[in-house]
């Protein structure tokens, strides 16, 4: 009898299904409607806003965080010869757009107890070659970017600059130190000591994949600091060219009468955002910030239960900060990878569908294959090793939060005696 009750009452809640409202829909109708469908007013306009939005001077709009994340470095000259450092904890694309630029990644293992990289060991792998560092701002919550840049200082006089007048070159040159980046792919909307994500690193990128927060279906941004003696407006055109072929200008600059004639001045990519990704993106602005209040209730919810039970989890807010309510990380204690593998099986029967942020990377096929070894990285796999994230998005209704509460309660303590 029991069972049959609980079946009846049995939901399914989704992961982390995109929430769309009739709002979007109707811009996208109207994108479609305009006679201008790829990069155009939308786009620009989406720009603009997030550029406002994150406090920054300057956001190009892309086709995915893990492009301009790759534009960062190659904007900034980073390639060939050059070494990224990437904590081991996180996404195969905060890495692998570095690799992309033929530069090597150098892995660096977690603090204990946590998602950050361990600042220490930042410092402690830094050489000439070093010309980058990702920071990645696991589940919408800013790293301490007071000690990174410090790690980065404390060994400036191992940096070598590239030499030449290119904007990467003049880049290097005017930061004289290794530049810091962010993987804010999670982190739209999130503040520091009362910065916002996008004005803390000297390069961020951010992503509009559907799972993410805020969406444009597939979709990404990068911004940056502005950087003494070198030119905004020079910065935002070499986007320009390395998302659109190199190609001297762009589908609207040709609109103009009479002129056909474009040069190609690099063999380079093609990562445009078009202006119905962007239509998507200006509504979801439009509700940012009801989103990540209606997060920050499930996360209250969720934050009584953990407490309660014993259960620890990401903290999304405090004094100085307040993260941007992306995902939410508990941790089984004392719980083998086996018994959280059995756990995500019992949820998931039950209707709850939850995943892991992540499986490090030294784990992953591809990285064995570069010679990394999970060994090297304890704090990475112990933090993995009991974790198991909770569906967290705005599509949750209240009784879906009750219900997901009730079976995560009834299947983890059965573990916990
Ligand atoms: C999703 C994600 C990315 C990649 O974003 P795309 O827009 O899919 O390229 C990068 N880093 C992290 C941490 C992510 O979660």
């Known amino acids: 009898m029991a069972n049959d009750v609980k079946n009846l009452n049995k939901r399914v809640i989704p992961f982390s299904p995109p929430d769309i409202s009739e709002l979007e829909i109707a811009e996208v109708a109207e994108a479609l409607r305009s006679g201008w469908i790829t990069t155009g007013p939308r786009t620009k306009e989406l720009e603009r806003r ?56 150098v892995f660096v293992d977690s603090q204990s107890d946590n998602t950050e990289m361990d600042y220490e060991s930042v410092a402690a792998v830094i050489t000439e070659k070093t010309k980058a560092v990702v920071a990645v701002d696991l589940g919408g919550i800013i790293c301490d970017y007071d000690k990174l840049y410090a790690a980065v200082e404390s ?68 911004t940056w600091l502005d950087i003494p003696g070198v030119d905004n407006e020079e910065i935002y055109h070499q986007y320009q060219l390395l998302s659109l072929h190199g190609q001297s200008k762009d589908a609207l600059a040709k609109t103009q009468v009479g002129a056909w004639e474009y040069d190609i001045i690099g063999p380079w990519y093609k990562c445009n955002m078009t202006d119905i990704m962007a239509a998507i993106g200006l509504k979801q602005l439009d509700r940012y910030e009801g989103m990540l209040k209606r997060r920050g209730q499930i996360i209250n919810r969720y934050d009584a239960m953990c407490d309660e039970m ?77 974790l198991i994230t909770l569906p967290l998005h705005t599509c949750l209704t209240d009784e879906d939060v009750d219900y997901v509460i009730e079976n995560y309660r009834e299947v983890v303590r059965e573990y916990m005696k």
Request: glycine share 8%; charged share 20%; net charge neutral.
């Open 310 to 386: 014993g259960i620890k989890h990401l903290i999304h807010s405090g004094a100085n900060f307040q993260s941007s309510n992306h995902l939410y990380l508990t941790r089984i204690p004392g719980a083998s990878d086996e018994t959280r593998r059995e756990i995500i099986v019992k949820l998931a029967e039950r209707g709850v569908n939850t995943n892991v942020h992540y499986k490090p990377l030294p784990m992953m096929t591809a990285y064995r294959a570069l010679g990394w070894d999970i060994k090297e990285f304890p704090n990475a796999y112990s933090y993995y090793e009991n």
């Open 155 to 222: 060994k400036k006089s191992l940096f070598k600059a590239k030499e030449g007048d290119d904007l990467g070159a003049r880049i290097q040159q005017a930061k004289g130190r290794i530049l810091v980046f962010a993987d804010c792919a999670h982190a739209l909307g999130a503040s520091r000591n009362g910065k916002m994500a996008g004005e803390i690193a000297d390069f961020t990128d951010f992503s509009f994949h559907a799972v993410k927060n805020f969406t444009t279906a597939e979709g990404g941004a990068s």
């Open 50 to 105: 997030l550029a406002e939005y994150c406090h920054t001077s300057k956001v190009v709009c892309l086709n995915s965080a893990t492009a301009a994340e790759e534009l960062n470095f190659r904007v900034c000259g980073i390639g060939e010869g050059d070494e990224v450092i990437v904590p081991a904890y996180t996404y195969t694309a905060s890495a692998s757009a570095a690799i992309h630029t033929g530069a090597r990644v």
